[in-house]
């Protein structure tokens, strides 16, 4: 059976055995044409998205932090004018562990009725903590609430036409719309004991649009999950983000759930791990009506920007938020990526060949090589799949450890009269050609 045929019959049986009235669906790869499928309703028409709207809010945030607008762990109030909650950080937000409560002032889900943003503003003296910051994942609507504002108020402009501007145009995400469009798919409740479907009442979001307002097709939704997981694929001159800034993004900051340790969560976006050093990078949303996953891989496996869509008109079709790992799944087991043939490189720079091989540091060996032009280095006992320290040269013999085990510390190389390198220190620890003791002894000396 070919790949497509299998994620077609994947998708097909996922809308009928939850009963979802239209469910559209995308798989983006660098390799690949762009895989598309809608099963009911009007093919190409725009659904809503949620919460998967708290990505591209995101991403505002961090352009401005990048730009030295904001701090990431300076108070909300430093750039807002609260008369509560001001000293919550901005991280905080980010990572929904500010403790605020989940939604406005209000039953807005009761009177569908969410605040403009002065009365968001106004009311928020009326808004609880109802955890103590930074103790645990408490998720907030109100929280990214706050921070589309801050966007808003640092670019002078409204947050949709900011996320127009520096998001949506030059990532062509052309379907992606804050307003209902014109090719719009009708959300529904599916009634449990029968057949019967009910459409369920149209909503704007008003001051609370960052956090779940967009419209968006599939095909637009796995290119924003390829970008948030390979950005050096799908935007390779860093015009939306730094690659860096995404990888601070898709750290984990907090568990969402402290029992099972299955799912967690950076500065927006929800990371679920796959086991064998893979994670899915993304988000869910859900609003009357609609449910949405928007899911990229990240991994050993995973083809360049790799990403899945899956938006459904069902308010209650849970397997809408599995099918996206189920099909980043099928794409790897059953589409593997093409394998780079080896080639020769270049030689190591002469001034650091006697930094190549084996070092010991703590009684454990590390093996140190010259890869891609890089320093690198391995523990001898690390599985296959972990990716080498990497380090970037600061002085002759002086390096900072780029990414991998210890990133940050420093590396420092050690001399002879000869010029060759006869100690290292590492994050301080002494590096040695023989295993010694901390106190210098060679374990095997009589």
Known sequence: MEPTQ????????????????ALAVALHRADRPLWTIQVGGEDG????????????????????????????????????????HGELPIRRLLSHTAG????????????????????????????ERVLPPARRYHYSNLGVALLGEVVSRLRGGTWAEVLAERILRPLGLSGTSVDRPEHAATGYLVDAYSDHVRPEPPTDFGAVAPAAQLWSTAADMAR??????????????????????LDEMRWPLTMTDETLWMVGFG??????????RTVHVGHDGAMPGFLAGVYGRRGRDAPKACGAAVLGSSGTADVILELPHELLAATVEHDP??????????????????VLGRWWSEGFEYVFSW??????????????????????????????????REAGELLRLTR??????????????????IQETFDGVWVSGS
């Open 371 to 404: 890869r891609d032009g890089a320093l690198t280095a391995r523990g001898d006992r690390d599985p296959a799949g972990r990716p080498p320290s990497v380090f970037n040269p600061l002085e002759p013999d002086l390096f900072r450890t780029a990414s991998g």
């Open 6 to 21: 299998r994620y077609e019959r994947l998708v097909r049986r996922a809308q009928a055995d939850a009963r979802v009235p």
């Open 416 to 433: 002879d009269a000869s010029g060759q390198v006869v100690r290292m220190h590492w994050a301080t620890y002494r590096l040695t050609r």
């Open 224 to 245: 924003w999950a390829a970008f948030l997981a390979d950005p050096a694929t799908v935007d390779p001159a860093g015009t939306v983000l730094r690659e860096d800034t």
């Open 337 to 354: 990526a093409e394998i780079t043939p080896w080639a020769p490189g270049e030689a190591a720079p002469e001034e650091y060949r006697s």
């Open 267 to 276: 500065l927006g976006l929800i990371l679920v791990p796959q086991g064998n």
């Open 100 to 127: 605020l409560q989940r939604e406005p002032y209000g039953d807005v889900w009761d009177t569908l009725d969410p605040p403009d943003a002065p009365r968001l503003l106004a009311e928020l003296d009326r808004a």
């Open 45 to 84: 028409s725009a659904f809503r998205i949620g919460s998967v709207t708290k990505t591209f809010t995101a991403v505002l945030v961090m352009q401005c932090r990048d730009d030295g607008l904001l701090d990431l762990d300076e108070p909300v109030g430093a750039h807002l004018d609260l008369s509560k």
